[in-house]
């Protein structure tokens, strides 16, 4: 996605051989027409399937979650990370660890916003380790949904993630995939 | 706004004199199409302000935000709860307590995306105690920022935060304003 990719090059920040800041447009500030680019490309990409729900992860994946959910006209659900006393014991829980935090968080979602039978979008900002979107798909399992695919904005291509959701047997569109950072830049797979 | 209150009508859950439960289309699982309305609304009410950014606070205040910001072609910068390795020290940083939650959280957010002379829109979903709308406000003008006005979803006036905001001079608007929870059901301002 081009669009995207220019994004990247102008205002992403690689911090080190494995970091990329893009807190300008996707994860702390938000350029929302971007992300309404965003969910239409996603909404292009899985046009085949009949999606009932968006499905995504607090914080940074609500935003492309959205607007992917805008334009296949279906609700969004979101996993929390923490329990707050409005959830009760009625939810669905996995555990997803964050290498950039270094922590171990029960991710959570209310049993009655995911139906048997149903076909749930899985959407995050970023694929690393896969861990965020094998968590969603492991709650998706639980559920008894089918998971129509995994849709991730930015992917880091030489980190484990793309790999362990393609062997499990997903069906992964990532708009910009990074090959590597080399001397400070941003280098992209060929499409 | 009609569409709202009849939302909350038919979809909200008192579950005490203090909580109502939305969960089904505002923090959990999320109506787009809603979330679009709540948009062009804010943007309406705040027609005469020139506004540079909607401002709001992770998780839940980011689709109502990303929608406004959407109307009002701006971006949407989002304050976090917790620190991650990627937040460096150059941040601006309140305190807000969460009474849902019994909990005080850091509030920060990067000063490279607040900057002096520009004007904010807050937005959030609740409005209760004042606390989140007050952090906010509080980084805004630690940034130098003028605060145009804070746009809520769903206000409970019958606490304190309302009066707080008015009496602390801020434009306010809050989508659905309610007295009071009676007999399990929600009770509206008049308009």
Chains 1, 2 share one sequence.
């Not at 994860?27 to 971007?34: G, M, R, S, Y």
């Not at 296949?72 to 959830?87: D, G, I, N, T, W």
């Amino acid at each position: 996605m081009k669009l995207l990719k220019d994004k990247i090059m102008s205002e992403g920040i690689v911090l080190n051989d494995s970091i990329l800041k893009v807190d300008s447009f996707l994860n702390h500030q938000i350029d929302p027409e971007l992300m309404m680019a965003v969910g239409k490309e996603f909404a292009a990409r899985f046009a085949d399937e009949k999606i009932d729900k968006v499905f995504t992860i607090e914080s940074s994946g609500i935003a492309c979650a959205l607007t992917t959910a805008l334009c296949l006209h279906v609700p969004v659900v979101f996993a929390r990370k923490q329990k707050s006393e409005l959830m009760s014991s009625e939810a669905y829980t996995t555990k997803v660890y964050s290498f950039t935090k270094k922590v171990t968080s029960d991710v959570s979602v209310l049993k009655k916003f995911l139906h048997e039978g149903e076909t749930v979008l899985i959407v995050d900002d970023f694929l690393a380790n896969g861990e965020a979107a094998l968590g969603l798909a492991d709650i998706a399992h639980q559920a008894g949904c089918k998971v129509a695919g995994i849709g991730i904005v930015i992917e880091k291509s030489f980190q484990p993630g793309h790999q362990r959701l393609v062997d499990a047997g997903y069906h992964l569109e990532s708009l910009a995939r990074i090959k590597a950072f080399k001397d400070g830049k941003v280098v992209f797979e060929e499409d």
